[in-house]
Each structure stands twice: as structure tokens, then as C-alpha cells.
């Protein structure tokens, strides 16, 4: 199996990752609000990424540099803008529309893909990320037509965001060590998250955090959140895309909701429809399309033997 099969297999975990710790985080964020939730979750996730890097890759903070710092910056804005806009979004909107947009960015990453790798859009990519944003459209809108408001402009600046992450993230990760640029990403997160919250949620949620942590619900969210969904499904993203395309990692994240949908049927007693069965089924064809097509190397590979990057995709995702 190539890197680039492994990469997209990795890429799914995290998606999967994602969708099935959904309903954990949704119990969490009813009682610690969700910028102080995410305060404590990406500092904490950069933390454990420092950690890991001083403990087991500590060569990696000696390639440390002023640019690559700028670029780890800008990716942890883009993310802190996703999150955000995602977030104030959902005040005036609903689930449903903050769903299906925000899986939109699926249809804008292969045009920055173009701008920034100039990574040409085949037919494949076109069929795919079609396909993916019906099977979303689908599976969000079960029973119900698409109603806009004044929220979903702030959610589609949220996809926007999560696009441009993917994208530039496929632009800086051949480029520099992928711990170092993880860890900075997710510190800037878990900084502007608490300075969001203390502007928006006020000083109690942070000022009362500790005891509010002590809840089982937010307990299990923050060490599900902490670890396996942001510090070390960021580490993944960024190590593999040096070796697959921003589109594909796109069409690859659209079935997060796919993964949450059959969670919430499993274990949370939700009940799937014939239309949000057909959109999962739409997200599922989407991927293995893009999987199967042909397409071109993504420019990471052009860049393997940089020097001053690691590239060795088995050391980043085995840890």
C-alpha cells in the first residue's frame, strides 16, 4: 500500500474520530460553555504535542524558525476562525444549516487547491465534492428544505475558514517539521478560544473551570478531545497531507457526519430516514470515487526530500 493510501485510511480514522465523539463534546458544551471548552481542549492538546516532541522528537524544536512560525499561526487562525464563526453562528441558525454549510468547504477547497498548489481540478474531484455536498445536503435536511438566515452567513464564513486550514495546511506541511507546526496551531487555538471566552461568555466558565472539569460528562469530553480528536488528529492531518490533495482530504472529512449520524443511532436512539440514509450512502460513493480516481501527485511529494523536513508518515501517525 502507498503513502498516499495510508494517508487517506488515516485521514478517515480522523474523520471517524470526529463524528463519533460528537455526542461527548454535545453533553460537555451543556455545561462548560463551548469557547471555554475549547480553551481548555486545544491548549491542552498543544501541551501534550510539545510533550511528545521535547520527549520523543526533540530535533524537531531545533528546526524551528520565524517562518514557520508565521505559517503554524496562520493555520491556528484559520482553525480559531472555523471554530468561532461556527460557534456564533449556531445563535442564529439551526444545526441543520450549520451542518450542511459548514460541509461546503468540501466545494471550495479544490478552487484553493488551484490557487495555492495549482493542483489541476479533474472531472473526478468535480463528481466527488458534488456528490459529497447532496449526500450532506441530504442527510442534514431529512424532512425539511434548506430555510437561510442571517447565522448562515456567519457559518459560511466558517467553512471558508476550515477550507483555507486544509488548504494551506497542504501548502506549509511539506515544508516544516509536522509536530512543531501542529503544537503552534493548536496553542494559538487554545489562546484566542480564552480570550474569546472571557469577551463573550465572561470570567465565570474559565474562573469555575476546575470544577466544572470534575463532571464525568466533561471529563470524558476534554481527555476524548484533548488526546485522540485534536492533538493527535491534527498531528495526522498535517503529516499526511504532505502525500495526498487538499481536495481529497476535503471529500475524505465529509463523511464526519456520516460517522456522527451512526453514533447517534447506535447510542444516542436518533432514528435515520430514507433521506439521510441515501446522503450517507451519497458521502460514502463521493469518497471512494476520489479514493479510486486517478489524480495528480499533490505537490507534497514533489518536496519529500526537502531538506530540514521529516517525512517519514509511519513516524508521525504511529507516534
Not at 524558525?65 to 484559520?78: E, N
Request: overall charge positive.
Amino acid at each position: 500500500m502507498n503513502r498516499s493510501r495510508i494517508a487517506d485510511l488515516s485521514l478517515l480514522l480522523v474523520a471517524m474520530m470526529w463524528g463519533c465523539t460528537f455526542l461527548i463534546v454535545q453533553s460537555a458544551v451543556k455545561v462548560l460553555p463551548p469557547l471555554a471548552f475549547n480553551s481548555i481542549r486545544f491548549t491542552g492538546a498543544a501541551l501534550l504535542l510539545a510533550l511528545i516532541t521535547a520527549v520523543f522528537y526533540r530535533r524537531e524544536w531545533r528546526l524551528l524558525s520565524w517562518r514557520m512560525v508565521r505559517h503554524a499561526l496562520l493555520l491556528g487562525l484559520f482553525l480559531f476562525m472555523g471554530y468561532g464563526f461556527q460557534t456564533m453562528g449556531l445563535l442564529y441558525t439551526t444545526t441543520s444549516n450549520t451542518g450542511f454549510i459548514t460541509g461546503l468547504s468540501v466545494v471550495l477547497v479544490p478552487f484553493l487547491s488551484l490557487a495555492l498548489l495549482k493542483t489541476a481540478i479533474s472531472r473526478y474531484t468535480w463528481f466527488s465534492a458534488g456528490l459529497a455536498a447532496a449526500g450532506l445536503y441530504l442527510l442534514t435536511f431529512t424532512g425539511s428544505a434548506l430555510s437561510l438566515n442571517k447565522g448562515d452567513a456567519l457559518v459560511l464564513l466558517c467553512a471558508v475558514a476550515f477550507a483555507l486550514q486544509i488548504a494551506y495546511t497542504g501548502v506549509y506541511a511539506p515544508r516544516y517539521p509536522v509536530l512543531p507546526l501542529a503544537a503552534l496551531q493548536l496553542a494559538l487555538v487554545g489562546l484566542l478560544s480564552t480570550l474569546a471566552s472571557l469577551l463573550v461568555e465572561g470570567p465565570a466558565p474559565l474562573a469555575h473551570s476546575g470544577a466544572l472539569i470534575l463532571k464525568p460528562e466533561v471529563l470524558w469530553a476534554l481527555l476524548v478531545s484533548i488526546g485522540p480528536t485534536s492533538a493527535f488528529a491534527f498531528w495526522i492531518q498535517t503529516a499526511c497531507q504532505k502525500y495526498t490533495t487538499p481536495s481529497r482530504v476535503a471529500i475524505i472529512f465529509a463523511t464526519e457526519p456520516v460517522f456522527a449520524a451512526v453514533t447517534g443511532l447506535v447510542f444516542g436512539g436518533e432514528s435515520l430516514g430514507l433521506s439521510a440514509i441515501l446522503g450517507c450512502l451519497c458521502i460514502l460513493a463521493a469518497m471512494l470515487t476520489a479514493e479510486l480516481s486517478p489524480g495528480p501527485a499533490p505537490a507534497a511529494q514533489e518536496n519529500e526530500a526537502a531538506p530540514g523536513t521529516v517525512n517519514e508518515i509511519d513516524q508521525r501517525t504511529g507516534g
